[in-house]
């Protein structure tokens, strides 16, 4: 998942990193990872992420976990 890690990466940087983490997240999905598994690497992530980055991937973990607004979770294909 080493394009996976580069992608989230790129995307917790970006102008725009929640609407980008959340397209990597959904790309992702749509490609059958199963969610368990997008969680385990972006734990496995945050501590060699800054602390900006660390927020977006937070906020992607939560959409992942549903613990957010209905609208905003982003369930298994």
């Known amino acids: 998942m ?3 890690e580069s992608r989230v990466r790129e995307a917790a940087g970006s102008g725009e ?3 980008e983490l959340r397209r990597v997240l959904t790309e992702e999905l749509d490609r059958g990872t199963a969610t368990r598994d997008l969680l385990a690497h972006l734990e496995r992530m945050r501590p060699d992420l800054g602390e900006e980055q660390e927020d977006s991937v ?4 939560d959409w992942l976990s549903g613990w957010c607004s209905p609208g905003e979770h982003l369930p298994e294909g």
């Open 2 to 4: 080493a394009d996976f």
């Open 58 to 61: 937070l906020v992607g973990m």
């Open 17 to 19: 990193p929640l609407a």
